[in-house]
């Protein structure tokens, strides 16, 4: 009988098919009525948790999101999923735009440590900001081993074999419990979630709770100057032949 | 501004404020709130008695009826139904549908392949079973018996989505619970519930909807060939109480394949929906329990009416998701097509042919929910709005995709981009569920019934009707006048958004041309029509459709002028961003509508009009004489 317990932390982020537009202040991108869903990363990272429960290795799947109110609709998808209960730590919405991974870092671990979990798993990076460092720091503040960028997870006993996709190829390692993972894109493949899952998750609790109550300070020592558009591209030129090539790569001092 | 006139404003505007208070004591809490189930169950709980269909309709008739449509044959504003814009999900509804859109939506997108399912002449197995694992076969099943419990109003959001990307499993999913169960979430016993609608619900069981009057057979039926469940229409003979007579009347029962004696012909093929098997159905010597009986027997016709007008909101849900999908397509093509120099969205002709199937759209949606709406508040009288959702937008949606093709150019002809296929699968839009012609007719026939019953205080007057027929008229028109105070006494001011004050007047001066044809035409064939309509079966007049044709299309254009009139005024009220597109849209629509209804009824008074009618029926005599065309070519060779 599993007596592990798994903490699955999701973002929400800007749906990835939408087009996006940055604010005409320059001061970040348009969010407002934009369509938002689970970042896939953390999709794949809540999937791996649930397949470990209906594998009976893992007995209790939390799913936990720091954000403003939107984010309930994220911990939902992810009860749809199969989690058991979901914890949203409530950050007012001009606050939650200075969130970054440390604070979010902060978060996790106090969490982890209250809800006392064996296992920590992220996806590795949001798709928004694209840092790669949530599941990292926090495994630092909890002295914790980590195994990021997994693309395969392995449970033994108290221990856990990671799988991990690197430059030079795969590296496996093992880690003692507790430790933190973070998901790369070849882990699983998410399922859909179901109507009648998503009705059953509407039974499901959420706990809300506010950073105070985990003694997190959630001030940053970032700010943003400007957010922009990348640089329009421009027209190519055609040229007739290969001289004529060489010579405009030299006018434009290529070569 | 006379006394009477102010009166009439004053007590229009007490009306509509009245029936917003109706409606926020209809805006439903889960304790309180009417499915469409339980409304038509207060509609089953009438006393009844097995008199003829008439006399049914005579009783509802009494209670004033809260229908718009009914109202306007009448030349009244009944405000109830179409104003405000009704909005009836609660908090939790609303988030509800917010997290299962999603789900839908992805699926459609990224599991079913509507092409695939399309030369395969039905849906692809896993699609099938992913179908039903998303829980899409019971959407409006009470959770308690394993469905998703769904109002019709968030019913019609996911039958958009399901419109937007494929009609065949739309099809499927439609004659399964649209109208294939209903009838047992309608007039289901307890036991029947419980007995069939868990099954059904997860798609174990797969349901199908049989004919009315056919004993034997079912031709062109929708799931015939892989359905288990049927709701089947039979003529039995019931004893009257009262004079010992038999007679024959149709009853509904529940009919399962396992019961023997079902079975069913080759799937039939067709030019479009290819996904959803159709098939001839035969029910030989079929053995049916008792406890089958679905709603009193001898009441099958009720049942019958009540499920198809239930599932008719689902209709035009689907086209207007499957419209918003070919706009898109078109819009796409036009702002990237370069043609002649410029960019072809740039030309009057497409600018036009864009805006139109806009408007299209935005009229077929405004009228989907619209009518969820009202049946998800427990307003019962919606049947002939419902009729005319289901013309509208199944008409709406031919042209659109037609002229999405026509955008196009080649490209829209070619199988790839998929268009072709959405032609050919709504053109069945316009001939199941009631062929559009059948329901003109009954939309002009039930909007005028209630008219004629009060036409019958003219009776006098009627004993001579040629001597008097310009009195009749006059007399209708002066009453017509007295009823809505001096002039123009009906005003949709105080419940239109003041920006929309001018389309408003035309909607107005719209209904009361409306509305004096229509006593008019009345006065002159009264008998005729009204005793047509004692007939259960609605055998319609044969000379007097091309009238009730022009009349139905009066009153198709009115009811759109308002629910776009209503739905714009709400969103110019709220302050929505699209607001003032919405303007632009709903006074385009109503501008041309006036000059519709206006041409239409003109034509309807006029000789030369009169004189087209008798050359339609000669020349069609001839040509059924002829067996095909009467004249040959100019060379006579």
């Known amino acids: 009988m599993a007596e592990l317990r798994a ?78 209960r979901g914890i949203h730590v409530e950050v007012p919405a001009a606050q939650a735009e200075s969130l970054g991974p440390l604070q979010v870092a ?37 002295d914790w081993p980590q195994g990021t960028f997994a693309s395969q997870v392995t449970l033994e006993g108290d221990k856990i074999k990671v799988e991990r996709e690197i430059d030079g190829g795969l590296e496996t390692i093992r880690l003692k419990l507790p430790s933190v993972v973070t998901a790369d894109l070849r882990l699983n493949e998410p399922r859909y ?58 006018e434009v001092g290529r070569i | 501004m006379s006394p009477s006139v102010g009166r009439h404003l004053l007590r229009l505007g007490t009306r509509s404020s009245q029936s917003t208070v109706l409606l926020r004591q209809h805006r439903p809490t889960s ?30 008739a009494k209670a004033e009826s809260k229908s718009f449509a009914v109202g306007i044959f009448k030349g009244r504003l009944t405000t109830d139904q179409v104003f405000p814009y009704p909005s009836v999900l609660n908090q939790e509804q609303t988030q509800f549908l917010k997290e299962l859109v999603g789900p839908v939506g992805r699926f459609f997108e990224e599991v079913n392949d509507p092409a695939k399912n399309d030369s395969l002449e039905q849906v692809e197995e896993t699609t099938l079973q992913g179908l039903k694992e998303l829980g899409a076969f019971g959407l409006q099943v009470p959770s308690e018996l394993g469905g998703l419990g769904l ?47 868990p099954k059904v619900a997860s798609g174990k069981t797969l349901g199908g909807l049989g004919p009315h009057h056919l004993l034997i057979a079912s031709f062109f039926h929708s799931n015939g060939g892989i359905a288990d469940v049927f709701t089947v229409f039979a003529k039995t003979p019931i004893k009257d109480a009262a004079t010992g007579a038999v007679k024959e009347k149709i009853t509904a029962f529940v009919v399962e394949r396992s019961f023997g004696g079902v079975t069913h012909g ?84 497409i600018q036009e042919k864009l805006a139109r199937m ?18 998800d508040q427990g307003f019962t009288d919606f049947q002939i709005e419902a009729a005319i959702s289901k013309i509208f937008g199944s008409e709406a949606a031919w042209k659109v995709t037609d002229e999405c093709i026509q955008i196009m150019g080649g490209m829209g002809f070619m199988k790839e981009p998929g268009v072709e296929r959405v032609l050919r699968d709504i053109r069945i839009f316009r001939i199941f569920e009631g062929t559009n012609d ?53 005003s949709l001011s105080g419940v239109v958004h003041p920006e929309l004050s001018r389309s408003g007047e035309l909607t107005v001066q719209a209904l009361e041309e409306f509305a004096t044809v229509v006593e008019a035409k009345l006065i002159k064939h009264k008998k005729a029509i009204v005793s047509e309509l004692l007939t259960p079966t609605l055998i319609y007049l044969i000379d007097e459709q091309f009238l009730l044709h022009r009349l139905a299309d009066g009153a198709i254009d009115l009811y759109a002028m308002v629910v776009v009139l209503s739905r714009a005024s709400r969103s110019l009220s709220e302050g929505h961003p699209e607001a003032q597109h919405e303007k632009m849209l709903c006074d385009s629509w109503c501008i041309e509508a006036a000059a519709r209804i206006r041409e239409n009824m003109a034509n309807l008074q006029s000789s030369p009009q009169q004189q087209l009618f008798r050359n339609f029926k000669s020349i069609s005599k001839a040509m059924v004489e002829s067996g095909g065309l009467v004249t040959s070519n100019p060379l006579r060779i």
């Not at chain 2, 007719?441 to 040629?466: H, I, R, T, W, Y």
């Open chain 1, 193 to 250: 979630a179901t109507l009648p899952n998503i009705m059953k998750a509407k039974k499901k609790k959420i706990e809300v709770m506010k950073p105070g109550d985990l003694g997190v300070d959630l001030t940053s020592k970032i700010s943003v100057i400007s957010v922009e558009e990348p640089p329009q591209r421009l027209a190519g030129v055609k040229v007739e032949t290969t001289e004529d090539l060489v010579a405009k790569l030299k």
């Open chain 2, 31 to 60: 304790a309180q709130r009417l499915y469409a189930s339980e409304a038509a169950q207060a509609v089953v709980d009438k006393p009844e008695t097995l008199s003829s269909y008439a006399s049914t309709r005579e009783k509802t």
């Open chain 2, 151 to 197: 109002c019709n109003t968030q019913y019609a959001r996911l039958a958009e989505i399901v419109g937007m990307h494929d009609l065949g499993v739309s099809v499927i999913l439609g004659a399964h619970q649209s109208i294939g169960f209903k009838g047992i979430l309608l007039f289901g016993t307890k036991a029947q519930k419980e007995k069939y609608l």
């Open chain 1, 7 to 84: 903490l699955v932390a999701v973002k929400r982020v800007i749906d990835f098919a939408v087009k996006i537009r940055v604010k005409p202040d320059k001061s970040g991108v348009v969010t407002d009525g934009v369509k938002h869903s689970m970042n896939p990363f953390c999709e794949i990272a809540v999937e791996e948790a649930v397949r470990l429960k209906e594998k009976k290795l893992v007995k209790e799947v939390i799913a936990v999101s720091c954000g403003p109110a939107q984010c309930q609709e994220t911990i939902r998808t992810a009860l749809a999923m199969g989690a058991d």
């Open chain 2, 358 to 375: 806009a408007i299209l759209q935005y009229v077929t949606e405004s009228m989907a929910y619209m009518l969820s709406a009202n049946m």
């Open chain 1, 106 to 142: 902060r978060v996790l671990a106090k969490l982890a440590e209250k809800e006392k979990v064996d296992l920590l798993f992220l996806g590795k990076q949001a798709i928004d900001d694209d840092c790669n460092q949530t599941g990292q720091m926090t495994a630092g503040l909890l």
């Open chain 2, 266 to 349: 080759l799937p039939e093929k067709k030019m479009g929906i290819k996904a959803s098997n159709t098939a001839e159905v035969y029910f030989d010597g079929v053995k049916v329990p008792a406890e089958n009986v679905l709603g009193e027997v001898g009441g099958g016709f009720k049942v019958a009416v009540n499920i198809l007008n239930n599932g008719r909101f689902g209709m035009a849900a689907t086209l207007a998701g499957t419209m918003k999908a070919i706009i898109a397509k078109a819009v796409d093509h036009a702002t990237n097509r370069t043609q002649f120099g410029d960019k072809i969205h740039n030309y009057g002709m």
């Open chain 2, 438 to 490: 059948i329901l003109r007719l009954f939309v002009a026939l039930q909007g005028c019934m209630d008219k004629g019953k009060e036409l019958s205080g003219l009776g006098n007057a009627l004993k001579n009707p040629l001597g008097n027929v310009g009195l009749l008229i006059g007399e209708a028109g002066k009453q017509l006048r007295r009823r809505t105070g001096i002039g123009s006494g009906l």
